[in-house]
């Protein structure tokens, strides 16, 4: 991800703790803007804080080969404090002089492209994908080519989510339109022809299907040797879905690399948006198992998956879901404590009260609400927060537990953007034997 973005950048603004020290992840973001020569402006922050001192920063910038302006080197540095504001002006007139320097300019006139920075399933609105135009300029109605996907832009929302009509150069919007969810990094051209844009899309389309037809290797006598001489060897297929692109690949590869010579990790299928009953009947054909981020199961994929025995595990953190699937290979999954929904209820009425903040009228589906349960609040298949119920009430009752085919009023501690449609599930934690493919 750090990668894609160096790319797409003309200037990259690395953001220090002035409190902290140069961290490995900022290591990495230095070098992979060297690596695609970007030029770079760093930012000192939180100098309000006790103990800040920019100083020593320079000096691990320098045993970096990094020489900043105030040491004689070519980087210019700015102090700033994000929480009061402080330096903020002075760090962007530093990347206009910058700019000014490098004499980047771009044609508002011509037709617009760019790079896919992200794209979701969101339900109700369709695929939503969103864009940093590098060139030229994008119109409400244009005919858009994103990877493999096209369509007509229906609408565009800058980074506030407010509606708006064209997008200049150097300008991130997201839009609606698309017949897909392209790739993270993904170019996209704008059209005359929406019959052109979408015979390139199908072709695009056509040559990934044959290309992954090729690389699935059929096993071979050499395979079979190979294999019969390690005694053990086994595969692990996976299928992943996550709330955006971005996520999903990151993921896609991490779990990759867990591949060892006995235990081989297969992503047999990844894509964005909620875990669905056709992700379930795939896991049982190919006998894979769902590794869900930040996504949860449609009520028909939980029951599917239940009866069909299929093993859906479900994350909120990338590090969890890779340790944990390398524990599996490496046959050291020791019982531990792992959720277990008891009640789903769905979110018929809102109400607002002063003092206490936003109540829910709540309809259950199934199982039952007790008032000790954590919830999780979900709203089209996406998770949105995970709490503890704040109230339990039956009419003007506080309740202990509400069960299913009831009604009843919630409020969720510390969390007040509740809607109607949203499904809040309440789950406890128990200890049980965690079981992965064998």
Not at 34 to 55: C, R, Y
Not at 318 to 346: C, D, F, R, S
Request: aromatic fraction near 4%; charged fraction near 30%.
């Amino acid at each position: 991800m750090r990668a894609r973005g160096a790319q797409v950048t003309d200037i990259a603004i690395i953001v220090v703790a002035a409190d902290d020290s140069v961290m490995p992840q900022t290591r990495e973001a230095i070098n992979h803007a060297q690596a695609a020569g970007v030029p770079m402006v760093f930012a000192f922050n939180k100098i309000d804080k006790q103990g800040a001192n920019a100083e020593k920063i320079r000096e691990q910038l320098s045993q970096m080969n990094i020489l900043v302006e105030e040491w004689g080197g070519k980087f210019q540095t700015q102090e700033i404090s994000a929480k009061k504001g402080t330096g903020i002006d002075q760090l962007l007139e530093k990347v206009l002089l910058e700019a000014d320097m490098l004499d980047l300019k771009a044609d508002p006139g011509k037709r617009a492209h760019g790079v896919v920075i992200e794209s979701t399933l969101e339900q109700g609105r369709g695929y939503v994908t969103t864009l940093l135009v590098d060139a030229g300029t994008l119109r409400k109605g244009d005919i858009i080519l994103a990877g493999q996907f096209s369509g007509r832009v229906r609408n565009m929302f800058n980074e506030r989510g407010q509606q708006v009509q064209e997008a200049p150069p150097s300008t991130p919007v997201s839009i609606l339109g698309l017949d897909g969810a392209p790739n993270a990094g993904d170019t996209f051209q704008i059209f005359e022809d929406d019959r052109e844009a979408r015979a390139i899309a199908t072709r695009r389309q056509q040559l990934q299907r044959e290309q992954g037809i090729r690389t699935h290797k059929h096993i071979t006598l050499d395979e079979i040797g190979r294999r019969l001489a390690i005694g053990d060897f086994k595969e692990l297929n996976l299928i992943v879905k996550g709330d955006v692109d971005g996520s999903v690949e990151a993921l896609t590869d991490s779990l990759l690399k867990l591949s060892t010579e006995s235990i081989k990790v297969n992503v047999i299928h990844k894509a964005v948006g909620p875990i669905a009953e056709s992700d379930v009947l795939l896991a049982t054909a190919s006998n894979a198992i769902i590794v869900g981020f930040q996504v949860r199961p449609t009520p028909g994929a939980r029951k599917l998956a239940e009866t069909e025995e299929i093993d859906i595990r479900l994350y909120s953190i990338i590090y969890n879901a890779i340790e944990e699937i390398k524990q599996a290979m490496e046959g050291m999954l020791a019982p531990k404590e792992v959720e277990k929904v008891v009640g789903t209820a769905e979110v018929r009425e809102t109400f607002k009260i002063s003092k206490v903040g936003t109540v829910a009228g709540a309809y259950v589906l199934d199982g039952k609400i007790d008032r000790k349960n954590k919830v999780r609040l979900i709203r089209d298949g996406i998770v949105v927060y995970t709490g503890d119920l704040d109230t339990l009430k039956r009419f003007k009752d506080e309740v202990k537990e509400v069960t299913h085919g009831y009604e009843c009023g919630l409020s969720i501690k510390n969390f007040n953007d509740i809607k109607v449609g949203d499904h809040i599930e309440a789950f406890v934690m128990e200890e049980v034997k965690r079981t992965l493919a064998d």
